[in-house]
């Protein structure tokens, strides 16, 4: 997606975060890192509209089937592993994030690496709801119920514009960033643990303000006292890039639970063929830029304020 240009990516991504986070219909739990953008673009190019999924045996369990000729998605599992099971699984052709250097510790996993651990890549395959066949009444109403995000769980319609400015405002409140407004563009600054951004009537709408307000949170959530992002020694001159790369994939996430489905973000510069060379010269800089957009996702909704009730005359 990233190689056919910025309008193809974008597009995709923001068409799929109308449908919420992909979500596992038997345990309610919404899938992580990569696995958001496979799924993602999954449900995108078979015209799903539920962004819930199971596994084959899942789906046995609930007495479904999976219609004949239907196909799983693809999806990565990570689990640490000792170092002498990495060679083993590096000489079978396994595949280990951090790069080629991940078992010496290269990878930035910190305390992992220092006691000898690495993450090892398993797969494992999904399948639509929209995919199988007799699942129990009782599971097809649990799936009208909804779930957090900007759709529900059954994948409805997103919600108006109005409230996923309202959601994507409380998500900025309850971090308790400094944020400050007049200046001529978007930008975090981490010397003074600041987010800088233009007057609110100088974007085009409420909702794009919000998205690069968005944005520049997730890089806000690097700070050495927040989530401490620092990758400097693996990727060198493109740590920018990649940092850059966290954050689109952290506002792409946190735009589909707050429902900011046509917003864009503005002022942003294109780093996209910095982002292919990083890419290309590291296979698997993708699973860990995925997996810190994740992280800032997490970081940041834990701590949104909850909706305003409705007033009460006294």
Same mark, same amino acid.
Do not use: I, N
């Given at each position: 997606m990233l190689a056919q240009g910025g309008h193809v990516f974008r597009a995709r991504w923001v068409a799929a975060a109308s449908r919420g986070m992909p979500r596992n219909r038997c345990t309610g739990q919404a899938y992580r890192g990569v696995n958001v953008l496979l799924l993602w673009d999954a449900a995108i190019a078979g015209g799903y509209v539920r962004n819930v999924w199971l596994t084959y045996r899942q789906a046995c369990a609930l007495g479904a089937q999976v219609r004949k000729g239907e196909h799983g998605v693809?999806?990565?599992h990570f689990e640490r592993v000792a170092r002498d099971v990495v060679r083993g699984a590096r000489a079978a052709g396994g595949v280990i994030e951090g790069g080629p250097d991940a078992e010496d510790g290269e990878g930035g996993e910190g305390a992992d690496a220092r006691a000898g651990l690495v993450l090892r890549c398993r797969p494992f395959w999904l399948f639509n709801v929209a995919q199988v066949d007799g699942l129990p009444e009782s599971v097809a109403e649990a799936m009208g119920k909804g779930a957090p995000g900007a759709t529900d769980e059954a994948g409805g319609a997103p919600d108006e514009p109005a409230n996923?400015?309202?959601?994507?405002? &409380?998500?900025?409140?309850?971090?308790? !960033?400094?944020?400050?407004?007049g200046f001529s563009g978007a930008v975090y600054l981490p010397g003074l643990d600041e987010v800088r951004l233009p007057l609110p009537r100088q974007f085009v709408n409420g909702e794009n303000y919000c998205a690069t307000l968005l944005h520049e949170?997730?890089?806000?959530?690097?700070?050495?006292?927040?989530?401490?992002?620092?990758?400097?020694? &693996?990727?060198?001159?493109?740590?920018? !890039?990649?940092?850059e790369l966290v954050a689109e994939l952290g506002s792409a996430f946190l735009m589909g639970h707050c429902g900011l489905v046509d917003a864009t973000i503005e002022g942003h510069a294109a780093y996209l063929q910095a982002w292919l060379a990083v890419l290309r010269r590291d296979r698997t800089a993708i699973f860990t830029a995925a997996r810190l957009a994740s992280e800032a996702f997490d970081f940041l909704v834990a701590r949104q304020l909850p909706p305003l009730g409705t007033l009460q005359r006294p």
């Open positions: 693809m999806c990565a996923a400015v309202e959601k994507a405002l &409380r998500l900025a409140a309850g971090c308790g !960033a400094v944020v400050r407004h949170l997730v890089h806000w959530t690097g700070h050495p006292q927040r989530l401490s992002r620092a990758f400097g020694q &693996r990727f060198g001159d493109a740590a920018y !890039a990649f940092e």
